[in-house]
DNA sequence: CGCAAAATTTCAAACGTTTGCATTTTTGGG
DNA sequence: CCCAAAAATGCAAACGTTTGAAATTTTGCG
């Protein structure tokens, strides 16, 4: 089989003829005995001399460290994060409680995964994703966690998985989510106040002379839900009505839904809050084909603030939240974590960015 | 410290005192060997056991996986791994050549990324993702595979780092890499057809009624510099002209260059090829803002076809790739690697959905 | 030079599994 | 009941590093 080098395992060692590397493994400088061998020197001189440390001799571990490189020689990880127990990885777990599909190619949360994977990089972080289904799977959690092969873990959304997280929380330090903040809740979140944005995009809405509003997406997760009670508060006290349009992130479902309340409800409201800029974009895109001005006829409010928002026409007026400093953020929160602080949850305040639609 | 539990390496084993855990590991099963103790059989056995091995009795099987679970026992990965050479993780680079920003948060890439994640995810692999800075890191990628932390490879995207993935896969078989075919290049890749598509969508600019030409994108990485290939072979035989207009991936950047290349470049064409649907959009609303219309004065075609596509007005006419089936390739085909075999490069056609914009 | 202190290196025991082989127990046919 | 074969379990050596503690070498001062 030419071209295939398997990492090759070698055979039972016969003693060894001299300096000469056994047939198995060609020449190569696999493991740190290896080059200790070639070096002269003992395993745990090479180890310390490759970690820098200065207990050995400066001439020596540049020697090390030269021959090292020159043979194209790794250390093996798994070896390494067995002996020092951890291992330089944080894990990211993507719970999907109800929204299945979509959810991850959501424009937000790859945002964020993005600035998660520049933020950890930036500290020597590795980061595994794994996305998982809590109805499949009870224990994701803690088998994530008790895995040993992450160090810390960041959950991305809470999905309906609010109470199993609290529990984790009691016994697993290194944890840190991203979602709604909860009074007196135990696990530590990194968010914005949905409730304060929901108020903003209602405010927003009336503002814009809209007198019967709607919320379009789906008020199970509780971020969603937030939301949505922060515009019910405002419509409260304003006196207007709001009604709540059910709608699923996943592209499909969401423009038959979308198009389905503008249908069934055509005059029953003059303002629109969506739980989301994916959202708000289709929104935008089925009141133009059904002829309905916005912001003429219609005020339209977006969540997120994501790119595209400011490429739509009119630009979408929308609710913004920090994804760069939320990132930072969670990943700030989990080092001290991982260093045994037990911090406390951030809540960051949304800002109302006001564009075209309403 | 109350609420800290950290997983505690136990102190000095002093010699037991029955079936009563030390002092430093208040009850916790952690170890297989704790778990022999409770059971009162070997570790062996008990490893045996938990992996549903036919050796052991039934009845031991079941009594020890029973008790496995009422203690949380979670078996230790990175020993397991390290026992057996390998790691059920699948590492996944994404270098950053050029575009060092956004590259991530393109619509493309995350839904790349959001796929793999699921093909991955069902067979059982873990996805390990690193972004990296090739011109920081020289050696970002023979430190990845040999670092022993992945079992196999999937680069996203040549960048400009085509010679040092060639260099890599003449040794390193588990590696499968998305991007541009080229004749004869030795790495197994997954792609679109890129040239073709820039010739799909020449024509379709053409047909539509443009005569001169622009491809708005940056022609530096391979695929890109295939797709303005594709549209120059159909500009040439069709006798028309094709303005190449530097347009980068980075929203700020990309508004700036979009309105810049429209303003001064006013009656020098009547057709954009974007290289990207995210260029496309962005083009979309400065044409607008322009007063130009589409596809009236100016056609537009995109390329990949992102759910944004369809939700601009008019929807984007665009040239597709299969997003999820080149996922399911990648993994494919590296499945088949880790398996020994040399896998060739798939290239997938392209398709024309024709839209709005031309 | 001699000798203690400092600097450097080696030794060997972990880290928690897996697995070939040896050993013990069970089974079943005579 | 006996004894071979089959089934189940135990033993101990890996996997490749790291790191106290012990052992060795070098240094510096009188």
């Not at 490429?311 to 260093?339: F, K, N």
Request: hydrophobic share 40%; glycine share 10%.
């Amino acid at each position: 089989m030419p071209g295939i080098v398997p990492r090759g395992r070698r055979g039972p060692e016969v003693a060894g003829t001299g300096e000469d590397d056994s047939v198995w493994a060609e020449g190569q400088v696999r493991t740190i005995t290896d080059l200790a061998r070639l070096a002269g020197v003992s395993a745990g001189t090479v180890s310390r001399a490759l970690a820098g440390n200065t207990l050995v001799n400066a001439r020596t571990r540049e020697r090390i460290q030269q021959l090292a490189r020159s043979h194209g020689f790794q250390l093996n990880q798994m070896a390494s994060n067995l002996r020092r127990q951890k291992t330089g990885v944080v894990g990211v777990a993507i719970p999907l409680g109800h929204d299945r599909r979509q959810q991850i190619s959501d424009g937000f949360f790859m945002t964020l995964l993005g600035h998660l994977a520049d933020e950890l990089t930036q500290r020597g972080y590795d980061l595994m994703l794994r996305r998982v289904l809590p109805e499949r799977d009870e224990d994701w959690l803690s088998r994530f966690s008790g895995s040993g092969m992450v160090d810390g873990l960041i959950v991305i959304g809470q999905s309906d998985q609010f109470e199993r997280i609290e529990a984790a929380a009691a016994e697993y330090l290194p944890m840190v989510v991203w979602g709604n903040h909860q009074e007196g809740q135990r696990h530590c979140v990194v968010g914005t106040d949905n409730r304060l944005g929901g108020r903003l995009a209602a405010e927003r809405l009336i503002a814009a002379g809209a007198t019967r509003l709607a919320f379009f997406g789906d008020a199970e997760p509780m971020e969603f839900a937030a939301r949505f009670a922060g515009a019910c508060d405002v419509a409260a006290r304003a006196g207007v009505s709001i009604l709540a349009c059910p709608t699923s992130l996943s592209v499909e479902p969401m423009t038959r839904e979308i198009a389905h309340h503008l249908h069934s409800n055509a005059g029953g409201f003059d303002g629109i809050f969506a739980a989301t800029d994916t959202i708000a974009v289709a929104c935008l895109k089925a009141l133009r084909d059904a002829g309905r001005a916005v912001p003429g006829h219609v005020r339209l409010v977006g969540f997120d603030d994501l790119p595209i928002a400011s490429q739509t026409s009119p630009p979408l007026t929308t609710i913004r939240q920090d994804i760069a400093a939320g990132a930072r953020a969670l990943v700030d929160l989990l080092m001290r974590r991982l260093g045994g602080e037990n911090t406390e949850s951030l809540v960051m305040p949304p800002r109302l960015i006001a564009r075209g639609t309403a």
